[in-house]
């Protein structure tokens, strides 16, 4: 589970100060912290949270989870999911989908026996979907936005091969002008994660 909490958004130049840390490490769980900070004029102005809750796993157990997973061979170039026009289609006005499907080069790096798409990359997709979600929802083209805040939780691989289904539902408005979203991805198998969206609309400058 990650909790990350942003807060304005960064210029050119700034010093900032990153530090991590890791607590409650176990045998079955462990917990990460890691926050960035922003220097200037003697002060330290917390700028940006995430903290991780994990759950261990044996290898016997990766093994079990992940066992029907086709291993496949890394190709030479490096396909970017991220970079991908991704067309939304409307179900109503508060619900859209999309359909990504994973290609082994979205997978590089990543479980290289195993292929899979990086939880990270699923939780990226699911923040441009609502993004452009809310850009519907206000009529306004090539909207900028800011994440406020996100529940995060990953609860399955998406395997190489395999289509993702991303949806973003829109919860309705929040305090200080912020805009919530229940956003999901899944596969045939079921849920790979979901995330809990607050989203801010940033002015142009």
Not at 3 to 11: N, V
Not at 29 to 55: F, P, W
Not at 76 to 91: G, K, N, T, V, Y
Not at 105 to 128: E, I, Q, R
């Amino acid at each position: 589970r990650k909790s990350p909490r942003s807060g304005t958004p960064l210029r050119p130049g700034e010093t900032l100060n990153i530090r991590a840390s890791s607590e409650g490490v176990t045998k079955r769980k462990a917990s990460a912290t890691a926050t960035i900070s922003q220097l200037g004029e003697g002060k330290e102005r917390e700028l940006y949270v995430i903290r991780v809750d994990y759950d261990v796993l044996s290898p016997r157990i990766f093994q079990r989870l992940i066992g029907g997973m086709q291993a496949l061979p890394e190709p030479a170039s490096h396909i970017e999911i991220l970079e991908q026009d991704i067309p939304m289609r409307r179900i109503s006005r508060e619900t859209v989908e999309a359909e990504v499907p994973v290609l082994p080069g979205h997978c590089v790096g990543h479980f290289p026996d195993y292929p899979a798409l990086p939880v990270a990359k699923v939780m990226h997709l699911l923040s441009n979907l609502a993004g452009e979600h809310l850009s519907a929802l206000l009529g306004i083209a090539d909207l900028k936005f800011e994440v406020r805040g996100a529940e995060v939780m990953a609860e399955r691989l998406a395997p190489a091969g395999s289509h993702v289904r991303i949806l973003s539902t829109y919860l309705g408005p929040g305090s200080d002008d912020a805009h919530r979203f229940r956003c999901e991805a899944r596969i045939p198998e079921g849920i790979c994660g979901t995330m809990d969206l607050t989203l801010i609309e940033v002015q142009p400058t």
